[in-house]
Structures are given as C-alpha cells and as structure tokens.
C-alpha cells in the first residue's frame, strides 16, 4: 500500500505563521516567523510544506513577497495556495518553485480559467474542496460556492489531477478528520485526495494511513503540530511503516 504523505502547514496571516479555528478570522494561535515554521519542519524531516497566504483568500492584502522568500529558502516540496485567481498570481505562485499550487475560490467562480490552468498545467495544478457538509466555500470561506460533487465531477472531467478536501467545522479544531466525507469523495473520484482539517493524534494518521488503498494520497497537519500533540518524526515513523 501507497504511503501517506504529510504536509505540515505553514499557514502566514499578517505576516506571522497561524493556524485558524474553523478558518474564521482571530481564532486559533500565533507561531511566530513563517520561515523559521517551515525550516522546522524541513529539519525534522518534512519532504512537503503546505504553505498558505491567509490574507490573500481573505482579499485583506497578501503575503507575496514572504512566501516567495520562504518558498525560495526551502529544499522540500511546497503545495501553495491562497488568493491564486487569474493569470498574474498563478503565474507568481509558480514562479515560486513550489511544486504546485491549490485553487480554491477560482475553481467556484472561474471555472473556463481554472480549466484552462489545469490544462496548461496539469498535475502542478490541485483543486482545494474546503466544505461545510456539501456546500463548498470560497472568499476565505465566507461565501458559498455550490455543491461539492457537482464541482467534483466538473473538475474530474476537465482532468483535475488531485483534490485537497478540507471540512471547515473541523479545521483546527483537533477533533479528528471527517473521514467520512474522505470516503465519499474518493468513491466519486479516482484521483488522489490530500485529507484536510482536524487531524489531533497518530490515531488520526493511522486512520488516514489506513485509506491510501481508497484514494487519500496525503495529509495536511497543522494545529496538531504547533501544539504538540505529536512531533513531526513520531508522525513520519508512523507513516514509514505503512
Ligand atoms: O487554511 C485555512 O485555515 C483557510 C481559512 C480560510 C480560507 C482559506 C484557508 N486556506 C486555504 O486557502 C486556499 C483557498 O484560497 P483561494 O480561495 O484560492 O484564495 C485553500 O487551499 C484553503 O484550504
């Protein structure tokens, strides 16, 4: 069976690495410079950063520069997203190096753009699916965007290579993932799928391990980390031995 992959999230809001509560606004905690997050857990052994520019999915400014700078100081894989909508910022992102870059609010409302883009682009292109029940989100996750699997399907047949599925009542809430909405997703797709939002222990990740066979190819983790719940080596050893 395929390894999970883990991506420690390096999330920059105000220029400060953050992890949100249910991605509203002034939730969760502060974890200081970006930089100095992502080389920690380059160090420790992380081979993807998922890195996000907060203010630019909440349109309140962006951190471009920063994660340019960041994104350009590490070694590992970089999954970037935030606020990439048209051709100025993708073509930013990509120029970052990063491995490839999620589209969230644009796959909502520019879907000829973001067909374009997957076709340009292919697999450096993955589509971020952030959920409450079926209704994804976008704007920061303040507007509703449609259904989850009319959107699945949309994207599927315009060869979106990977989703990123992030259910919002659970992101930072360390109450576990929503494995269910995984397995629904999965069984609607035969594209991998990167588990976002809830992650609070190893029994999390073995549970998550446990559906590589059905399509989860990764996981995002980010409060968990930060707080301690688990170090980054016990989560990798975890993984390693399948
Ligand atoms: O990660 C968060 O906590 C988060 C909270 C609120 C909005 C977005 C969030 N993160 C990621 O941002 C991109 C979406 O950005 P955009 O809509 O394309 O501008 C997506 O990867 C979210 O998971």
């Given at each position: 069976m395929a390894k999970l992959e883990l991506l420690p999230a390096v999330d920059v809001r105000d220029g400060q690495a953050v992890q949100l509560v249910k991605g509203e606004s002034g939730t969760g905690g502060r974890y200081g410079e970006p930089l100095a997050a992502a080389l920690a857990w380059q160090e420790a052994g992380a081979e993807w950063i998922h890195l996000v520019d907060l203010d630019a999915a909440f349109g309140t400014g962006d951190n471009r520069a920063l994660i340019a700078d960041v994104a350009g100081r590490l070694d590992v894989k970089i999954e970037l997203s935030g606020g990439i909508?048209?051709?100025?910022?993708?073509?930013?992102?990509l120029a970052t190096g990063c491995r490839r870059v999620n589209l969230g609010t644009a796959a909502l409302e520019e879907p000829e753009w973001v067909a374009k883009a997957i076709a340009a682009h292919g697999d450096r292109i993955a589509v971020g699916l952030?959920?409450?029940?079926?209704?994804?989100?976008g704007r920061g996750w303040t507007r509703?965007?449609?259904?989850?699997?009319?959107?699945?399907?949309?994207?599927?047949?315009?060869?979106?290579?990977?989703?990123?599925?992030?259910?919002?009542n659970q992101d930072?809430?360390?109450?576990?993932?929503?494995?269910?909405?995984?397995?629904?997703?999965?069984?609607?797709?035969?594209?991998?799928?990167?588990?976002?939002?809830?992650?609070?222990?190893l029994d999390d990740l073995r549970a998550l391990a446990a559906m590589t066979g059905e399509g989860v190819e990764g996981a995002i983790v980010g409060t968990a980390l930060y707080e301690g719940a688990f170090t980054l080596p016990e989560a990798l050893a975890l993984v390693r031995e399948g």
């Open positions: 909508r048209d051709d100025a910022s993708l073509e930013a992102a952030d959920v409450r029940g079926t209704t994804l989100r509703d965007g449609g259904n989850l699997y009319e959107t699945l399907a949309r994207l599927d047949a315009e060869g979106c290579a990977r989703y990123v599925v992030t259910d919002i930072g809430t360390l109450t576990g993932p929503n494995l269910q909405l995984l397995r629904d997703v999965c069984a609607r797709t035969d594209r991998p799928v990167v588990a976002s939002g809830g992650i609070s222990s």
